[in-house]
C-alpha cells in the first residue's frame, strides 16, 4: 500500500513509527506539518521514508491559515493517490485531512489532543468531532483515549488500541555509575523528572516537591531534563529554595542517550496532568525504574501502587513531596518494586509486538472503505 504518514512536528515518536514502517513492504510519505523549535528529533528520517512539504509558509500551523492548507494537502493528496492517510494530532493534521473528505483516513490520537485539547472550549470540541465523524479508524494507547472517543460517538469496533510501546532492548534495566560518580552522587537518592517544561506537565509541582523534600533528606538529588516555556519559573523555583547544589538541570537530551539517565536513577517521577500512555512512563518501567506519577486515567492503567510503582493526586505538592520521603525511608527494599516494573513492561509495553497493531489498524480501514 502507498500510506501517506501525516504528523505535526518531527519526535522522536514519529521515528519510532517512520523507523518500523520503513521495514514493511509499504511504500511511505512522510508529511510534516510545522517545524518547531528547539529540534525534537535529531535523527535523520529512516531509509525509503520520502518527504513531502506542504510549503505552506508558516513555522506554526493556524486555523486563520487553514484553506492555504487545504489546498495544498488536497494537491498532495490528488497527485499522489495514497492507498491510506495515517493523520494525527486529531485537532490539526487528522482535520486537515478530513476537510479534504478523504478516505480511509486512520486518524491517531496523541493522548492529550482528546484527553485535554478537545475540552478547552467549543471550537476545539467541534473540531475533535468533526474530525472523528469523519475518520475511518483512530489508533488510541489507552482505555481512556477509547472512552472519551465513545463519548464522541466514535464507534468502538473501529477503534484500535496499542500502547506505543518502547524498545525492551535499548531500555533495559542496568546500574550506570559514570554519571552518579562524576557529580559525587555514589551514595545518594536520585530522581529523575524528564517531561517538557510546559504546565501540561507539571514540572513546577515536581520543582516544589522535591525543594520540600530536599530540605528534610538531604541526600535527595534530582535530574531534571528537558526545557520549555516554563523554564525561569522552574529554574527559580529551585534557586528561591535554595537546592540548586542538588539538581542536575540536563536540558534537552537525545533519545540515544536517554537509557544513561534512567540507569542513573532510584526513582522516576512525572506530575502530568494528562496523559495517554506515557512513553517516558513505559520506558523507566523497562529500566526497572520505580515510578511516582500522577494519578490520572492513562497512569492507573499502569500502576499498582506498591507493586510496580505509586500515584499521587494530580498537583498535590504536598503529598507528592511525602510519598518521596516515605520511597526514600524504603530505599533498601525497592527490588522488588524494579522487578515488577520491568515485568509491566514487558507484557504491555514491547513496540516490536504492538506495532503489529498499527497494521492491522490500517487493514481494518481498508476493509471498512473498500470491503
Given amino acids: 500500500m502507498r500510506i501517506l504518514y501525516f504528523s505535526r512536528d518531527y519526535t522522536p515518536h514519529d521515528f519510532r513509527f517512520l523507523s518500523s514502517l520503513a521495514e514493511t513492504s509499504h511504500e511511505i510519505f512522510y508529511l510534516r506539518l510545522e517545524r518547531n523549535s528547539p529540534l525534537l528529533e535529531d535523527r535523520v528520517l529512516p531509509k525509503n521514508i520520502k518527504q513531502l512539504s506542504l510549503n505552506v509558509g508558516d513555522q506554526k500551523f493556524s486555523y486563520g491559515n487553514i484553506i492555504a492548507y487545504r489546498r495544498k494537502l488536497k494537491q498532495i493528496i490528488l497527485e ?25 483516513l486512520v486518524t491517531m490520537s496523541w493522548g492529550s489532543d482528546i484527553l485535554k485539547e478537545s475540552q478547552k472550549n467549543k471550537l476545539l470540541k467541534w473540531i475533535t468531532k468533526f474530525t472523528l465523524d469523519r475518520s475511518t479508524v483512530l489508533l488510541g494507547d489507552c482505555d481512556a483515549v477509547r472512552e472519551k472517543s465513545i463519548e464522541f460517538g466514535f464507534p468502538v469496533d473501529h477503534f484500535v488500541q496499542f500502547p506505543w510501546g518502547v524498545d525492551l532492548n535499548q531500555f533495559s534495566p542496568a546500574r550506570n555509575n559514570s554519571f552518579r560518580e562524576r557529580r559525587g552522587w555514589q551514595e545518594n537518592f536520585v530522581i529523575l523528572s524528564l517531561r517538557s ?40 523555583i529551585i534557586e528561591n529554595e ?30 502530568s496532568q494528562s496523559d495517554g500512555s506515557s512513553v517516558s512512563l513505559m520506558e523507566a518501567m523497562a529500566c526497572g525504574i520505580p515510578p511516582l506519577v500522577s494519578d490520572i486515567p492513562g497512569n492507573r492503567e499502569w500502576i499498582i501502587p506498591d507493586h510496580n510503582g505509586w500515584l499521587f493526586p494530580n498537583g498535590d505538592v504536598l503529598n507528592l513531596r511525602d510519598q518521596i520521603l516515605n520511597i526514600y525511608k524504603i530505599r533498601n527494599d525497592l527490588q522488588e518494586i524494579s522487578l ?14 504492538n506495532f503489529k497493531e498499527l497494521l492491522f489498524g490500517y487493514q481494518l480501514a481498508k476493509k471498512i472503505t473498500h470491503g
Avoid: M
Avoid at 217 to 236: E, F, K, T, Y
Fill in 242 to 271: 535554595g537546592v540548586s547544589d542538588k539538581v542536575f538541570f540536563g536540558g534537552q537530551v537525545t533519545q540515544k542517550d536517554l537509557p544513561v539517565y534512567y540507569q542513573s536513577s532510584d526513582l522516576y517521577i512525572s506530575a
Fill in 340 to 353: 515488577n516494573t520491568r515485568q509491566q513492561a514487558e507484557q504491555k509495553a514491547d513496540w516490536t509486538r
Fill in 80 to 104: 499522489l493517490k495514497p492507498d491510506i492517510i495515517h493523520a494525527g494530532p486529531i485537532q490539526t493534521c487528522a482535520f486537515l485531512v478530513s476537510t479534504t473528505g478523504f478516505k480511509p
Fill in 197 to 236: 517544561w510546559e504546565p501540561i506537565y507539571g514540572v513546577d509541582v515536581v520543582a516544589k516537591a522535591f525543594s520540600l523534600a530536599a530540605k528534610e533528606v538531604p541526600d535527595l538529588r534530582l535530574i531534571l531534563l528537558g526545557n520549555g516555556s516554563q523554564a525561569s519559573l522552574i529554574r527559580s
